[in-house]
């Protein structure tokens, strides 16, 4: 989005928190829950075109899924922000050569899957709808992707056994944070926000952080995270592994936030295997 047009945005959002607070927090949120991308491109399609594909549905919500079936244990692949299940191809080779037996999904308003808004609360619930139907032993998340898989496995007390965080977040209190200060909110919009969330998700931002729903997980965890992630940085790692009692953290140089390297994906397949 452009900067200037930026600005704009907030500077209104700031002037209808003069009139109505509740609203300008509405708005507020509504433009931080859109994605602008992350629906499925003509050079993506072939390629999931080859798994079996599956609507898993909840609360009236389709969620695509992709299949792509191995007499192996079941790996759950969960993206992150304005993407969709094709960012895990080069992983589902590797893990087709390995006979794994492979789920992919496209978060709510991404992809295939239906909803116009997204936010890591209801992408948590999804993630548990498809791990009971399919029965999954293990969950690979990028970035928020993690993040709503590791609030999954908290809100539902799943039994997955291994849980692979690639370039998560710590917490939800810094995605907020550095969302209001791009947009130049007001602290009456910024405390609007935190009411909306407390009315809607029973706990204002801050609650979502690594040190409450990672001390009770249960699966072994793997956290990889770049050194010089620009996106996440990476501190929230070092956060993740102090509050993620069974859990390795191993830092890479130079691959950023994407995290798309064999070298990746070679520790998460040794992960898997172990």
């Known amino acids: 989005m452009n900067k ?95 006979n794994y037996n492979i789920i992919a999904i496209d978060a709510p308003a991404h992809g295939n899957s239906g909803n116009k808004i997204f936010n890591v609360f209801l992408y948590s619930d999804c993630i548990n709808a498809v791990t009971s139907h399919f029965k999954i032993d293990s969950i690979v998340g990028h970035s928020v992707g993690a993040t709503a898989s590791a609030i999954s496995l908290h809100k539902y007390n799943s039994s997955i056994k291994k849980l692979i965080s690639l370039g998560a977040p710590s917490n939800f209190t810094g995605i907020i944070t550095n969302y209001i200060n791009m947009m130049g909110y007001n602290n009456r919009v910024t405390n609007a926000m935190n009411n909306y969330y407390l009315k809607h998700f029973d706990h204002e931002p801050d609650y979502f952080s690594a040190k409450n729903f990672l001390k009770d997980i249960q699966a072994k965890g793997l956290i990889i995270h770049d050194k010089k992630d620009r996106i996440i940085s990476y501190r929230d790692a070092l956060d993740i592994s102090k509050h993620y009692k069974d859990s390795k953290l191993i830092k890479t140089i130079g691959l950023g936030h994407g995290l798309k390297s064999e070298l990746v994906y070679n520790h998460i397949l040794e992960f898997l295997n172990d």
């Open 4 to 98: 200037n047009l930026i600005k704009v945005i907030g500077s209104t959002i700031n002037v209808f928190s003069y009139i109505s607070s509740s609203y300008s927090a509405q708005l507020a949120i509504y433009l931080f829950s859109k994605p602008n991308k992350g629906k499925i491109t003509s050079e993506e399609a072939p390629f999931l075109e080859t798994a079996s594909k599956e609507t898993v549905l909840f609360k009236k919500i389709p969620i695509a899924t992709y299949h792509w079936k191995g007499t192996k244990e079941t790996v759950l692949l969960v993206h992150g922000w304005e993407s969709n299940a094709f960012r895990w191809k080069d992983l589902i080779e590797m893990l087709q050569a390995q």
